[in-house]
């Protein structure tokens, strides 16, 4: 079975600092993709990536980083200077392909990212 | 404007009542889904929904009921619901809902906030 952990249930910063955001899966397709999702106090998940597993490139939009690396198992999210627009609940999911041939996302806990003025 | 839209965005309802949550997506995709978010648990994939077909019921209590008239539209039928039902609860949407196209991104919407009392 597939699963996404992210030990991280709540972290603190001002604004201004860099914070990582850890997520570690688990899953025994070769084949799998993964994802990061925001989620503001509206409710609403907000896309903001998704790796395939055959792409180790690290990869940098704006302020956002992320760092995939299959040895580990691991795709951790970095915010650099960090903004109070960035306090959210973020989720890390990972794509699974099940028995029947669909598929469907199989979410982490969250992180609550509270960024302080 | 998000392209997966959800109505009601909050609903109180008591555990006789029959009430639905309604989705629309704007985005041309083939594959709709529910998923529940409660409080301290990680989402939850309720149904999946290909070409107006369910195709997955993530072991779902019979108090629910989804129903997809057509590609663009979800229905979740409520009715006699418990207290511990009280959640979010998210439509989404992807191109897809297959195994060979599981890099599909998932969008949402704003989700439903759901009490039940």
């Known amino acids: 079975a597939q699963k996404v952990t992210q030990a991280q249930t709540e972290i603190s910063v001002v604004e201004k600092e860099d914070v990582t955001l850890d997520c570690v899966y688990e899953?025994?397709?070769?084949?799998?993709?993964l994802f990061w999702y925001k989620q503001p106090p509206s409710g609403e998940l907000v896309f903001l990536i998704r790796?395939?597993?055959?792409?180790?490139q690290n990869e940098i939009s704006g302020r956002y980083s992320w760092n995939f690396q299959k040895s580990t198992s691991s795709f951790n999210f970095t915010i650099t200077a960090s903004q109070v627009v960035d306090s959210a609940v973020y989720f890390c999911a990972l794509s699974e392909a099940w028995d029947t041939g669909r598929r469907a996302l199989t979410f982490g806990s969250g992180t609550r990212l509270q960024v302080q003025p | 404007e998000t392209g997966v839209t959800q109505t009601p965005r909050h609903l109180v309802m008591g555990m006789t009542n029959k009430k639905s949550l309604k989705c629309e997506q704007h985005?041309?995709?083939?594959?709709m889904y529910w998923y529940k978010q409660s409080a301290k648990k990680p989402l939850e994939l309720m149904f999946v929904?290909?070409?107006?077909?369910?195709?997955e019921n993530n072991s779902v209590p019979s108090r629910f009921s989804p129903e997809c008239p057509n590609s663009s539209h979800l229905f979740l039928h409520l009715h006699t619901l418990q207290p511990e039902d009280s959640a979010l609860y998210l439509c989404a949407s992807s191109q897809e809902a297959s195994a060979e196209s599981s890099g599909n991104t998932i969008y949402f919407g704003e989700g439903s906030w759901l009490t039940v009392v």
């Open positions: 985005l041309g995709h083939n594959a």
């Open positions: 929904y290909s070409l107006e077909e369910r195709v």
């Open positions: 790796r395939n597993s055959f792409d180790e």
């Open positions: 899953t025994r397709d070769t084949t799998y993709y």
